[in-house]
């Protein structure tokens, strides 16, 4: 393999192909996560530990999105349209023409779920694997590069992952203090 198709960071080979599959996994599963979290229907996700760990990453970084007027706008002004691929690159362009962030990246994500809520919603199902297929191909001729510059989607995990390291402590610390606490009392 040459270094066209794979760059050597942190001491492994980050492989575009990896970093796709990944992408396309973490898209499916951040997307089925949304739909759940609307009242949409329940999908089996990926039992995979590390695509769980980067859908929780994607959630808690577009948790305030719901609340960003400039995101509403894009994804309103798509709404207002029959959306294209056309108009899909032009919004997913207008997310990162300040640069590429993790955030950025995030928001594409989340921007992909809207879209797909507003497919099931107005009854047209067939457009989700359209727009599944737009966010990949976006992935893959805009962000790709960037991503296995980053490490892959490891960039991620290790940008964010410490920020949520003590709240996931904390969460299971409570959760064992739950269960200690009632198995006690069953014993009383």
């Known amino acids: 393999m040459d270094q066209a198709m794979a760059r050597r960071t942190g001491g492994g080979l980050i492989i575009p192909e990896q970093i796709m599959r990944t992408g396309a996994c973490l898209l499916q599963n951040f997307i089925l996560d949304q739909v759940r979290q609307a009242g949409g229907p329940v999908f089996e996700m990926s039992q995979d530990a590390g695509i769980k760990m980067l859908v929780q990453i994607l959630k ?12 509403q706008r894009l994804i309103v002004s798509v709404k207002d349209k029959v959306c294209t691929v056309a ?19 995030a928001a594409l994500f989340y921007f992909a779920s809207k879209l797909v809520l507003q497919a099931l919603h107005s009854g ?62 069953n014993l009383g």
């Open 87 to 105: 108009v899909f690159f032009q919004v997913a362009n207008q997310l990162i023409s300040e640069g590429i962030t993790w955030s950025r990246v």
């Open 60 to 71: 808690n970084i577009t948790q305030d999105l719901d609340n960003n007027k400039e995101m």
């Open 124 to 185: 047209m199902p067939e457009q989700i694997a359209s727009i599944m297929h737009w966010t990949l191909d976006f992935l893959r001729e805009r962000l790709l590069e960037w991503i296995q510059e980053q490490g892959g989607w490891d960039g991620l995990v290790n940008k964010y992952n410490d920020k949520f390291k003590w709240l996931t402590v904390a969460m299971t610390i409570g959760t064992c203090a739950f269960f200690l606490i009632r198995r006690l009392a």
